[in-house]
């Protein structure tokens, strides 16, 4: 749950599950931090190794499309 204001008590999050190509383990700490600084994302799990990430977030504060752009800015590739 957001610390902030409390989304996610209620449900209406979602969870995306993915692989994610590129990642070191330096990548892997600086996108966690990175998505966990855009609103309504309330968890981020990364596996370096093998690039399994997943993300819990309120659509209604942050777009798919912006999860996803952080990822290309980075130089890495997410594939949903």
Do not use: W
């Not at 309504?40 to 798919?64: N, R, W």
């Amino acid at each position: 749950m957001c610390k902030e204001c409390g989304c996610g008590a209620t449900g209406g999050n979602t969870r995306l599950q993915f692989t994610v190509e590129g990642y070191t383990e330096n990548s892997a700490k600086a996108m966690e931090k990175h998505l966990l600084g855009m609103p309504g994302v309330m968890y981020v799990h990364i596996h370096a190794h093998d690039g399994e990430t997943t993300v819990d977030y309120a659509p209604s504060k942050t777009k798919l499309t912006e999860i996803m752009a952080a990822f290309e800015d980075a130089g890495l590739t997410a594939n949903l």
